[in-house]
């Protein structure tokens, strides 16, 4: 330091001491001279004060900061660490950007808000997570992410110590530091430990933590929780310790104070139904919890957070009944603090009222005895040597008694709750490390402070302590690692404290020794105290109390009372009451208090003495050691356990003692400094050197102290040494380590000061220089200004006296014209005013004489009216009164009977009535209906009647006509009777016709009414389905309007969530089948087989299940099919088709089986004939001769057609065995195509002839018959059969398909029957002039045809009986329904209101899934059908093109075999041949083994081009299981692939790549035409034939998805340790970025020092990479733009999280920096095509944040430009970022709170205003796009080098 610098010279500010605010900031007014008594100070409100210094007065005043030093993240980076320097850095830190934390070396300073911040969310921890520690802003997540590194990195365990005054933050800031290990280290399995963990929180916030004074949850009872970690570093269980619980409380509440809160949740939810047994009522009905008179907190719902306690303990595994019972020990501890003591009169007794409800709910609760609990509640067992003694208890013994008795039971309670949470919280697993988090109470005092301060201050003395070495030890490695001098620093030392309480006879001692005198007494305690320690320098007297004693900490001086300390100590509760409760009929109660039996001591060697007396029982085991003993225990084991570990502190302080949000008492908060040891901490470090600045950024930040000679030396440290020597004189001043130079106290300021001079006087030249030019150029300006002004002054001045002289010659025309026309309008005025006047006087004195004559007889009239108006008016009222009563009366009793109508409607007895007026009616119309039904069966039978007579007279007549016939030449008389035989038949026959019409009319209007009534009950039952469904409504209103509200907020959250859903299911798959490969990796392969369907051609034909053995024109076309199938498939394929073989035989079997049938017909009728009939004509036997050559030329034809069937068997059987296919493969496909074509053309003539020859022998038969033949009947019965086999019956019975394909057929059947019928009406109209025996051959035909009638009113008598049926079953149903809704109706009817609104609200749910369920089947069934109807299109189209290429090649001229041989050999169609057994071999050198580089020369996506190839292949022969095996094989062969590859970015590119190349292949050649047209003919020809893959690129398609994800998590994986180093902290810009002193955590041991940050160029060239990559490996253009939008979406999120989280790089070189560097990421979008991927847009935040970091903040102006300007970044990003925003220079300004505040008040309509922290693992829903290819398949080439030899091209 130069010799002449004076630190106190004028303007200098200090800090001065102030009684209200601590620390007052004043300047120097005046340069201050070593020696003189005062300083002169100017404060912050213009007052000047005299300060005296000197040595008789006060020592100079502290020194301030620098501004720009104002405000650090790191209290050690300040220059002048001291007092009020950490206190106003902490208060402008608190207040202006609302910085709750701050750095403290290796503290962290936590000050409680008092409000809710956004700065603990999911996106924070990940920004915290694997970041440096001084790197980021202060934060709790920074301290817990430290100790999560250095535990992976060390490999030794951790622990964090929060600590701090009540009410400071310290249980908050501990669960914030647990929840950042639950979500960085969560655990690998599906345990949930994390979520366990975290769920203890509540549970011990219930039990432990209550509201004091200070704070509304502050928690009483330490605790040390050891989170276990494996060594893979996640977590696997976790443990708890608890240290002095304030049981105190539990009977005790100060004013405004509460018990613990699980008393308050339980009480608010006391109207629960599980709850009602317990007995309690609202908390302020119990002694223990109204003490405070304020049971509840401002903003706090119990009863909710009881709901979160209860979930708590089920996610910790406590059974329903545990909980239970804790319910019930945690209610009988309020009944017992309100049993009542009475009294005695004697006073030294008491007793307990028997029929006292409390101690009834007690007793109840515990399941103990009431009258034991009564009497050892007022009396106590007293044991001697010799007897044993009742002693009675007095009322406030007995108090005292209850009061101890309830501490101990929620003690117990306490401890078994929290063993029962580490028993969860514990692991099977081996524990590798743990990360202990200590939340303990700080040092406390208070007016009175008792035996609870005393443990907690004792407490505070041990961890200040281990605080102290710490830092020193952590002091002393720095500079032993740099190589720096090491001085002893003086600290102070508490030791001599701590031995004063915990030594040999100190004060524990003293306590106990006193509490095991059996009167001994706080007193006696106290004077033995004053005996021992009197001496001490940290004991003390008071002066005006006996009772009290003073102990020195290091914090305060703190006054004890002795009261009450021996009672706390000894914590006494009667063995009696134990015993009562250790008998309780509750096993949880009773295993509270029946602890373990302690461990036996060993054995003396000395004899044992029995006495002669029994010895007295020793006092409870519990009880045996006191609560001081068992607290300085466990405070050892504990600071055993923190100094095996790494301690991390955090230091909570509590801003004020109002609570309110950003309010700061600096009184109260140097109180906490001094007390936490904040600052000692500054002190050691201000004792030696307390700035260090590396090298690096030393030379940066004063190379403008430099000169230029020293500039050109390249070694920066001799520059910085040169430059240090020259400015500092003082060589203890500073010292140069290894790599840092170190600096005490002050240096840094006064370097800062040289700096600013610098700057200033370089300033000050460039203003001169500057005002000058200004100055100049304003004059020039000024002067020409002049001149003109002048000119054109002149020249407006003689223009403006021109107008004066015109204006006042026209002004003295104007005047003389207004004064003429102001004149004579003023005359014609009143003139016009006396005419009125006049006029109106007169009507007024004329219409007042005639007013008066009018008013008397007017006065008459009125007296006239009025006194009929007020008779009528009497009439009226007396009338209207009546009619008012009338109509009161009637609306009651009309209201009543509304009231009446409307509880019957409601009632279930109205829906009975109802329903029985409902089944009367069915009931009438069952028996109506059944009275149809007889009448019905009577007609039947009448009908049946009618029949059998006429089958009788038709039989009779058939007699007597053989009698004709036999009696032929007496037949003119007969003749005569037979007419009026045949006449009487016919009219019986129109009668019976008419009876048929008569009964289907009365059968149809039968129907129609029973219709009708069935569509009226159906309307009825939907009536009263609706009024119940109203019903239902109206009840389900109410509750659904308070869940619209909630459900309206949770389905907008499912909708905004719906976009990402099925990409982040298709990561959960991913995830699912790598875990699944890893567990069944062998079955992986047959587990994986997703469906497919087959096309139509190459189905087998169904056979028919039609019985009937004629020839059919279906079977015909299933013939045709199989010619077809045969030409499609090839012979190969139809060889191993059985179906084909299978048909032709069914076909011959079933021709056969027709003419057996007609020839057996034909003989049988032949012998018929022969054996009765006469000879026949010769035409007839003609006609027999030519039908029996038609039957042999059938036979003949069957045996040629199984001729052919064998050869043709024969040949496909040889071509099956045969290996050689070329010459013997066409002989066979030309004879198999010739004999199939062949037995169709056979197959068609024989039809026609078996129809020809059907038709021949009816006819003939027919023809045949004649008068002399006698049995001519039975010839016709054979004929009729025939007929019916024809009848339409049998064509109901053929199939749809069969009647479209043969038309034939249809007409085949009626054609024998309109025959029949106009031969018949041929010969009735021509009986007058037939002779007899045509007469004869009519009647037979009259008799058919009337069997015929017969036959069809049969059939539809059947049918209307079928149709009753069906009526009969639909009345059931109905009935059935009905009686099914009244028992619903009974059932609703009984139940409450709330069930019955439940229950139907389940039948409603179960009706409409029932609905649901049937139309997706239905849909299902739809698309099933629609998909298989566009498969057959598909197919039917391709027959066509196929048939029209065939005949196309039909019509060329034939080729040779050896032409035809080389056409085929130089045709490539794009397909490989891949044999079954080199499957296997194909994947492994196709997708396994292949390298990116291999085929890199070659076209890109290779690999997809082979295997749909050979997917092709697999396709033209048909082989499904070759196309299933393949894709799967192939599917996941690849996910084998990218599972080895995890983190290679080549070999994922590589097969995303494939992948969405297979994917598009499979949708360029599947035959639709929505993909293809863009294809070329020949593309068009290679498309798949017969499988429709579409379930297979559903399933490439998800494959393309996850490679997707895995390329991207690659590729930020490789480029987000880049993104902050290029982004933020590396110098595009050379010289402009500047650098500021750094405090402790820049020098963290977690820093990495020895690795280089990255360049913006470093980052630019690694996208290049990925661009390229992508590129070679043929990745579509959308896809590598889709990719670098997410790169460039991930590069903007953590450069400006890290901009939101970093107050260094906020200033607004940085600003320049960042945004230089944005431009130069647009640019390269631009050079590589990629600019119009919407990957710039990604980058507006960060463009954005950088020109907010650039702009003016001073104006509203500025505000509203700002506003407009970061429209992409929220209203909280922006107040975050000016509140960073820091100078990195004296002249630069910081933002103001005022324009800050204007910002935040400023209403903006912005989606995510509440957001602080983009989202780093958002990712944009990906597309796939359809992109065919142009390439042709056949003209692909595999290269060798994939050694795919085994694969041949077809």
Same mark, same amino acid.
């Given at each position: ?145 430290? =100790?999560?590194?250095?535990? #992976? ?34 655990? =690998? ?38 989170? #276990? ?276 006879? #100190? ?310 014209? !207004? ?77 009543? $009977? ?71 030449? #007496? ?12 006449? $009487? ?354 009647? =037979? ?22 149709? !009753? ?327 903007? =999120? ?157």
């Amino acid at each position: 330091m130069a010799a002449d610098y004076n630190p106190y010279c004028k303007y200098t500010r200090v800090w001065i001491p102030d009684p209200s605010e601590v620390w007052k900031a004043a300047e120097i007014i005046r340069d201050f001279k070593e020696g003189e008594p005062e300083l002169l100070l100017r404060l912050e409100d213009d007052t000047t004060l005299a300060y005296p210094v000197g040595p008789k007065g006060k020592p100079l005043p502290f020194l301030r900061n620098p501004d720009i030093l104002v405000g650090e993240n790191d209290l050690t980076a300040l220059s002048y660490l001291h007092e009020p320097a950490v206190l106003h850095n902490l208060r402008v830190r608190f207040l202006e950007p609302n910085h709750i934390y701050t750095y403290c070396g290796i503290v962290l300073v936590a000050i409680n808000p008092y409000d809710q911040l956004h700065i603990y969310g999911e996106e924070v921890i990940r920004a915290y997570s694997g970041q440096n520690m001084g790197d980021m802003d202060p934060h709790i997540f920074a301290v817990a992410e430290e =100790a999560y590194k250095q535990m #992976g990195r060390d490999e030794r365990n951790q622990s964090i110590i929060v600590s701090g005054e009540s009410g400071a933050g310290k249980t908050v800031s501990a669960k914030y530091a647990m929840r950042f290990f639950a979500t960085v280290g969560g655990s =690998a399995n599906d345990t949930n430990v994390e979520e366990k963990v975290l769920a203890s929180s509540p549970i011990m916030e219930a039990i432990g933590n209550a509201k004091t004074t200070r704070n509304d949850n502050s928690s009483r009872f330490g605790k040390y929780i050891q989170i #276990g970690f494996s060594r893979h570093f996640h977590i696997i269980g976790a443990n708890m310790r608890t240290y002095l619980l304030e049981k105190s409380r539990v009977v005790f509440q100060a004013e405004d104070e509460r018990n613990y809160h699980i008393f308050y949740q339980l009480c608010a939810s006391c109207s629960l139904p599980e709850f009602r047994e317990l007995g309690l009522t609202s908390a302020e009905d119990f002694t223990f919890t109204s003490l405070g008179e304020n049971i509840f907190i401002e903003g706090v719902n119990d009863a909710e957070d009881f709901k979160k306690t209860r979930e708590a303990l089920t996610m910790l595994g406590i059974k329903e009944s545990s909980q239970s019972s804790i319910f019930k020990v945690v209610a009988s501890i309020l009944h017992l603090g309100n049993i009542e003591i009475c009294a005695e009169r004697d006073g030294e007794s008491c007793h307990v009222s028997r029929d006292d409800l409390h101690l009834q709910h007690f007793s109840r609760l515990l399941g103990v005895e009431l009258q034991q609990m009564e009497h050892w509640l007022c009396h106590r067992k007293l044991v001697t040597s010799s007897e044993t003694y009742l002693k009675k208890m007095s009322k406030k013994q007995a108090e005292n008694a209850r009061n101890a008795l309830a501490k101990h039971i929620y003690a117990r309670m306490f401890d078994w709750i929290v063993e029962h949470i580490n028993k969860v919280l514990q692991s099977s697993s081996k524990q590798h490390s743990f990360i202990g988090v200590l939340d303990i109470y700080g040092f406390e005092t208070f007016e009175v402070n008792s035996f609870e301060q005393f443990c907690i201050n004792y407490a505070n003395e041990k961890l200040q302590q281990q605080f102290n070495s710490h830092v020193f030890k952590l002091e002393q490695e720095e500079y032993m690692k740099e190589l720096i001098p090491w001085t002893l620093i003086d600290f102070c030392d508490n030791q001599p404290c701590i031995d004063l309480i915990e030594a040999r006879l #100190g004060i524990l001692d003293l306590l106990d020794e006193e509490c095991k005198v059996p009167k001994g007494t706080d007193q006696n305690w106290a004077q033995k105290l004053y005996q021992k320690h009197s001496s001490s320098a940290h004991f003390q007297k008071p002066r005006m109390s006996n009772t009290s004693f003073i102990i020195n900490h290091f914090a305060d001086k703190v006054e004890y009372e002795c009261e009450g300390f021996l009672e706390k100590n000894r914590d006494t509760v009667y063995e009696e009451q134990i015993n009562i409760l250790k008998a309780s009929q509750f096993q949880l109660v009773a295993d509270l208090f029946n602890e373990k039996e302690d461990v036996a001591p060993p054995k003396s060697s000395r004899v044992n003495v029995r006495p002669a007396k029994p010895t007295p029982r020793p006092a409870n085991k519990e009880h045996r050691k006191t609560v001081g003993h068992q607290f300085r225990s466990s405070l050892r084991m504990l600071m055993e356990t923190l100094n095996a570990t790494t301690p991390h502190y955090v230091r909570c302080i509590k801003p004020n003692d109002y609570k309110e949000a950003f309010s700061f008492d600096s009184k109260r908060a140097v109180q906490q400094l001094r007390a936490c040891g904040v600052l000692e901490t500054i002190r050691i470090s201000a004792a030696g050197y307390p700035s260090r600045w590396t090298y690096p950024d030393f030379f940066s930040r004063y190379r403008v102290l430099l000169k230029k000679s020293d500039m050109t030396l390249a070694d920066k440290k001799l520059v910085c040494k040169n430059l240090l020597e020259t400015l500092i004189k003082e060589p203890d001043m500073f010292q140069f380590g290894k790599t840092k130079i170190f600096f005490r106290a002050g240096q840094v300021a006064y370097l800062e000061k040289l700096r600013a001079d610098r700057f200033r006087s370089a300033c000050i030249r460039i203003q001169k220089t500057v005002r000058g030019w200004l100055q100049r150029v304003r004059f020039l300006k000024i002067r020409k200004t002049a001149i003109t002004l002048q000119r054109y002054g002149r020249g407006f001045m003689a223009r403006r006296h021109a107008d004066f002289l015109r204006q006042t010659r026209a002004a003295l025309i104007c005047q003389k014209q !207004l004064r003429m026309v102001r004149d004579r309008r003023a005359f014609l005025r009143v003139r016009r005013a006396a005419v009125t006047i006049q006029a109106f006087t007169r009507g007024m004195f004329t219409r007042r004489i005639f007013k008066e004559f009018l008013l008397h007889h007017k006065a008459m009239i009125i007296q006239r009216c009025v006194r009929g108006w007020l008779q009528r008016r009497k009439f009226q009222r007396s009338r209207a009164a009546a009619i008012t009563l009338q109509c009161a009366f009637r609306c009651v009793r009309a209201k009543r $009977r509304v009231q009446q109508l409307k509880v019957e409607a409601r009632s279930a007895q109205h829906l009975k009535k109802l329903n029985s007026g409902m089944e009367n009616k069915i009931v009438q119309l069952q028996r109506k209906m059944d009275d149809k039904s007889k009448e019905q069966r009577f007609q039947n039978e009448q009908l049946l009647q009618v029949n059998s007579s006429l089958g009788g007279e038709v039989k009779l007549l058939q007699k007597k006509l053989q009698e004709v016939s036999s009696l032929q030449q #007496g037949g003119g008389g007969q003749l005569a009777s037979l007419h009026d035989e045949l006449q $009487r038949l016919r009219e019986e026959l129109q009668e019976a016709h008419a009876l048929r019409g008569k009964l289907q009319e009365e059968h149809a209007n039968e129907k129609q009414g029973l219709t009708q009534r069935v569509e009226e009950l159906q309307k009825e039952n939907s009536l009263l389905k609706s009024e119940k469904e109203e019903m239902n409504q109206k009840i389900l209103k109410l509750t659904r309007s308070s869940a619209e509200e909630g459900s309206r907020a949770s389905l907008q959250e499912e909708l905004d969530e719906e976009r990402l859903r099925y990409q982040n299911l298709l990561k959960e798959v991913s995830r699912l089948e790598q875990k699944y490969e890893n567990l069944k990796e062998e079955q992986s392969f047959s587990k994986f087989a997703p469906g497919h369907r087959r096309n139509a051609s190459t189905l087998s034909s169904q056979e028919s299940d039609s019985n009937y053995t004629s020839i059919s024109t279906s079977e015909l076309g299933d013939t045709e099919d199989t010619l077809q199938h045969v030409e499609d498939v090839g012979v190969e394929a139809a060889a191993l088709d059985l179906s084909v073989f299978l048909k032709l035989q069914r076909r011959v079997r079933d021709l056969e089986t027709e003419r057996g049938r007609l020839q057996q017909q034909l003989e049988r009728g032949g012998e018929h004939r022969s054996s009765e009939a006469p000879p026949l004509s010769e035409q007839d036997a003609a006609d027999l001769t030519y039908t029996s050559l038609k039957l042999q030329d059938v036979e003949v034809e069957n045996l040629k057609l199984r001729k052919d069937l064998l050869s043709l068997q024969k040949a496909v059987s040889e071509r099956v065995g045969l290996s050689d296919p070329t010459n013997e493969l066409q002989e066979s496909h030309t004879l198999l195509m010739s004999q199939l074509r062949s037995a169709n053309e056979e197959l068609e003539a024989r039809k026609e002839e078996v129809l020809i020859l059907r038709t021949q022998i009816i006819s003939s038969a027919r023809k045949e018959q004649s008068p002399a033949q006698k049995e001519q009947s039975p010839a016709q019965k054979e004929q009729s059969p025939t007929q019916k086999e024809q009848s339409p019956a049998h064509q109901k019975e053929q199939s749809p398909a069969q009647k479209e394909q043969s038309p034939t057929q249809k007409e085949q059947s009626p054609a024998p029957l309109k025959e029949q019928s106009w031969q018949d009406g041929a010969i009735v109209s021509e009986q007058g002039s037939t002779p007899p025996e045509e007469q004869e051959y009519v009647c =037979a035909g009259e008799c058919e045809s009337k069997r015929l009638l017969e036959a069809q009113l049969q059939a539809q008598t059947r049918r209307h009986g079928d149709e !009753l049926t069906a009526l009969h079953t639909q009345i059931e149903l109905l009935k059935a329904d009905i009686e099914k809704k009244q028992e619903l109706l009974n059932f609703t009817s009984s139940l409450s209101p709330e069930d019955r609104v439940e229950y139907s609200v389940q039948q409603e749910i179960t009706r409409l899934t029932n609905d649901n369920l049937d139309l997706k089947e239905l849909l299902e069934k739809l698309e099933k059908n629609e998909r298989k109807l566009k498969k057959q299109l598909r197919i039917y189209m391709k027959k066509v093109q196929e048939l029209e290429v065939s005949q196309a090649e039909r019509t060329r001229p034939p080729l040779s075999r050896q032409v035809t041989v080389q056409r085929k050999e130089k045709d490539f169609e794009g397909m490989l041949e891949l044999h079954q057994d080199d499957e296997t071999l194909l994947q492994k050198k196709l997708i396994a083994e292949i390298s990116p580089g291999s085929v890199s020369s070659s076209v890109p996506c290779l690999p997809a081009y082979i295997l749909f190839m050979c997917l092709r292949y697999a396709d033209y022969i048909n082989d499904d299981q070759k196309v299933e095996s393949l894709l799967t094989q192939s599917i996941n062969s690849i996910k084998r692939v990218l599972k080895k590859n995890t983190d290679d970015f080549e070999m994922t590119s590589f097969w995303l790549a494939n992948t969405s190349r297979l994917l598009h292949c499979l949708k360029q050649y599947s035959g639709d035409q929505a993909f293809m047209t863009q294809n070329s003919v020949k593309q068009n020809e290679h498309c798949l034939k017969n499988f429709d893959l579409a379930e297979y690129r559903q399933v490439l398609s998800d494959l393309s998805i996850q490679i997707y994800q895995q390329l991207i998590r690659v590729a930020e994986a490789s480029i987000q340790p880049m993104i902050v180093s290029a982004m933020l902290e590396s110098e595009s810009i050379p010289s402009l970025a500047g650098v500021k002193p750094m405090g402790y955590r820049n020098r963290s041991s977690s820093m990495d020092l020895e690795g280089g940050g990255f360049t913006l160029q470093a980052l630019i060239r690694q996208l290049s990479l990925f661009s390229c990559v992508m590129s070679e490996h043929g990745l579509d253009p959308e896809i590598r733009g889709q990719v670098v939008r997410q790169l460039f979406h991930c590069i903007n =999120a953590v450069t400006l999280n890290n901009l939101l989280l970093r107050k260094d790089v906020c200033s607004w070189s940085n600003g320049m920096q960042l945004r230089y560097n944005t431009s130069q990421l647009e640019e390269w979008l631009r050079a590589n095509s990629l600019f119009q991927s919407k990957a710039s847009v990604c980058l507006e935040p960060i463009i954005q944040a950088a020109q907010l970091l650039q702009v003016k903040k001073k104006t509203t102006q500025d505000a509203e430009a700002i506003c407009s300007l970061c429209s992409a970044l929220s209203t909280q990003q922006i107040v975050k970022i000016l509140n960073l925003y820091t100078p990195l220079n004296e002249f630069e300004e910081r933002v103001t709170v005022s324009f800050i505040r204007s910002i935040q008040n400023r209403p903006q309509q912005r989606p995510d205003a509440g957001q602080l922290l983009v989202d780093t693992k958002f990712s944009f829903p990906v597309l796939f796009p359809y992109a065919p290819s142009a390439l042709s398949l056949e003209t692909l080439l595999i290269p060798a080098s994939l050694g795919l030899d085994f694969l041949s091209r077809v």
